[in-house]
């Protein structure tokens, strides 16, 4: 059985990696200001959804051929490491937007909701990163099932994802509204997001190559 605070410290690093912005937090704060909250909630339902394609590629044991084979998992830190410094300068770039400055998107049938939100989610390369690189750390054989950790891991990602998400599509209006009426936050929220990401990167370009 995993101990509890290992599971407490997956959280947190669950956590940090749902509150970076990303093509999720963009695509659900722009639905739900443009289309409203149900719509937003509807997204929400894809996005977890890919959540579980996620999950059961790495239970499935895609991690374990990624950490087997060294190029294989080189390639894979370095193209995340890249994405990474990509959002961050994405976010650092004079001009930049923010993810809580919507872009205009047209009204769509619920199915279409879903549907767009799965596919965000499952095309998002930063959980696709997330699940191949950072994931694996937390698995170990001597916890028992290395299927059933994957499950539980999962299960607290989507758990957490879902929890921060949901509040972001709610509230989605009001942090908008708020950060356009204090224009200093929104330039610092930017700063802090571009920095965090490149420190993120950096890290992982310095990680070494782990075994499970």
């Known amino acids: 059985m995993m101990p509890v605070h290992e599971l407490l410290i997956f959280a947190a690093a669950c956590l940090l990696m749902v509150l970076t912005p990303g093509p999720n937090m963009i695509y659900l704060i722009s639905r739900s200001i443009c289309q409203g909250r149900k719509a937003g909630v509807t997204s929400l339902i ?15 044991g895609l991690t374990a051929v990624f950490l087997a084979v060294p190029m294989a998992y080189e390639v894979l830190k370095w193209a995340g490491a890249l994405y990474l410094l990509w959002m961050a300068w994405q976010a650092l770039k004079p ?4 993810p809580f ?10 199915s279409k909701l879903v549907l767009m939100g799965f596919m965000t ?3 998002n390369p930063k959980v696709a ?19 059933t950790q994957s499950i539980l891991l999962g299960l607290t990602q989507i758990s957490v994802s879902f929890t921060v998400n949901l509040l972001i599509a709610l ?15 929104l330039m610092l929220q930017r700063y802090v997001m571009g920095f965090v990401l490149g420190a993120l990167a950096v890290k ?7 075994t499970v």
């Open 46 to 60: 894809g996005v977890v959804g890919g959540f579980f394609v996620h999950m059961l590629a790495a239970a499935a």
């Open 95 to 98: 001009g930049a937007r923010s």
């Open 101 to 110: 400055e919507a872009q205009e998107l047209a009204p769509d049938s619920s």
């Open 121 to 123: 989610s499952v095309l």
């Open 129 to 147: 990163v997330f699940y191949l690189s950072v994931f694996p750390q937390f698995i170990n054989p001597d916890y028992g099932s290395m299927f």
């Open 171 to 185: 509230f989605a209006s009001g942090i908008a509204v708020w950060f356009v009426r204090n224009p200093l936050w």
């Open 204 to 210: 992982l370009m310095l990680e070494q190559r782990k």
